[in-house]
Structure formats: structure tokens, C-alpha cells
């Protein structure tokens, strides 16, 4: 709690350190004092990129416990895209190789690069999506196995909750459209794209709902000749 109110705190001090900045560069422009606002300007920039820094690391921790993260790692993708448009625009400015010219750059970049990092986790969310997406990273259990059931021609092979750790690795799950019938798409809490499995005909879901799953069902089917397919049955 401590840390989320640090870390609001540190927003807003950057946001008025920023409309600071930018109102005395403004006035300091207008009145012909060129030199002093542009130091007040870099150093006002330098500091919105510190405090805001230290808010996004401080905020964190905090917005990945929450569930609609999905949100949340978008913002700072475009917020990363911003900030590295505004380093390449800043470029040709650079007049005086000193430390009021470069440094400014140089935290713009790293703010940019964090932000960008921070969505990028496509090796880490690839690990925590296996379970969805590899069926022979998929953990089978053989408890209420039916052998002999079939749906038009598919064995089932096994049926199983998810289990609490894969519930705890999905932000939301909810039911769309697909080319052959209903899916379900799995936003991961890391970020990443979307997961996407099948609907078994048999579930009594529409699209657009959202999955709860506690109460759903992975199942998972044979077929002589065939690879295992999965579905989720509701």
C-alpha cells in the first residue's frame, strides 16, 4: 500500500514538474532569456524523467497484481513508442556535446527502453503459455478418464480442472468467434500475445462471456493416426 502511494505521489510530482517546465521554457523563450530557459527546461525534463522512472518501477509490482493487466502493458507500449520518437526527433538538436545536451537523451532512451522491455516478454510468457500451446508440455492427469466416449470419431483421452497455477498465470479468459466455432482466448498476466483454444460443442457458453477457470474443463482428445487435440468445455 505504502509503495502504490509513493509511486502515485511520484506521477504527479513529475506531471507538475513537467507543465512546470514547459511553462517557464515558454515564458522564458517569450521574454528573449534563451540561455536560462533552456537550462531550466533540460534540467525540469531531466527531473520528469527520474521521478516518473522511479513511479513506473515503484507502480510495477503493484499493477501485476491486478488482473487487468492487459491494459496496462499496452499503455507502456505506447508510451515506449512515444519516448523513442521523441529521442529520434532529438537527435539533430544536439548543439554542445555537454552533459545538459546528452543527458536528457540519454534518459529519454533508457525510459524507452524500459517501457519496451517491460512488454516485450515474449520468451518468458512463450514458458508460462506451454501449457497451452505445446500439447506435449500439457500436464495429463488420468483421474476421470473416460475411455470409451467418443465425439464424431475423437476419443477421450483425459479431462481435468486447470489447475491454480495456470488460473493464476491468465489475467482474463473470454469466449470469441473463431474460423471453425467458438475459441477461447487467454490474455496472460506477462503480457504477450493472446492464447487461443478451441471450444468443445458440447459448452453451454456464448461469445463474449467471460470464463471462469475454476469450473472449466481441459479436455483432451486421441484419435488413431491423429496428434492429441484440445479442447475447453464449459
Known amino acids: 500500500m505504502i509503495r502504490k502511494i ?3 505521489i511520484l506521477a504527479i510530482i513529475s506531471t507538475i514538474l513537467l507543465l512546470l517546465t514547459i511553462g517557464v521554457g515558454i515564458y522564458g523563450y517569450s521574454s528573449s532569456k534563451i540561455e536560462v530557459a533552456t537550462t531550466v527546461f533540460q534540467s ?3 527531473g520528469f524523467f527520474v521521478f516518473m522512472g522511479l513511479s513506473i518501477l515503484l507502480l510495477k509490482k503493484q499493477q501485476n497484481s491486478n488482473n487487468g493487466l492487459s491494459w496496462w502493458y ?3 507500449r505506447i508510451l515506449g513508442y512515444i519516448f ?3 529521442f529520434l526527433f532529438s537527435i539533430p538538436g544536439i548543439q554542445y556535446f555537454d552533459i545538459y545536451e546528452i543527458l536528457p537523451r540519454v534518459l529519454i532512451l533508457i525510459t ?3 517501457l519496451l522491455k517491460s512488454y516485450n516478454t515474449k520468451q518468458s510468457s512463450n ?9 506435449t508440455n500439457i500436464r495429463i492427469e488420468d483421474n476421470n478418464v473416460k475411455e470409451h466416449r467418443t465425439t464424431s470419431e475423437w476419443s477421450l483421452k483425459s479431462e481435468r480442472y486447470f489447475t491454480q497455477e495456470e488460473i493464476d498465470e491468465v489475467s482474463h479468459a473470454i469466449v470469441v468467434p473463431s474460423q471453425y466455432g467458438n475459441s477461447v482466448e487467454f490474455t496472460m ?3 504477450g500475445r493472446c492464447t487461443y483454444i478451441p471450444l468443445d460443442k458440447g459448452s453451454n457458453i ?3 462471456e467471460i470464463v471462469d477457470m475454476k469450473q472449466a474443463i481441459l479436455l483432451t482428445l486421441e484419435k488413431e493416426g491423429e496428434s492429441d487435440i484440445v479442447r475447453v468445455k464449459i
Open 206 to 208: 456464448t461469445v463474449g
Open 127 to 135: 514458458t508460462k503459455e506451454k501449457m497451452f500451446n505445446s500439447r
Open 44 to 46: 525540469g525534463i531531466a
Open 189 to 191: 498476466k506477462l503480457g
Open 74 to 76: 499496452k499503455t507502456r
Open 112 to 114: 524507452a527502453y524500459f
Open 6 to 8: 509513493i509511486g502515485w
Open 84 to 86: 523513442l520518437i521523441l
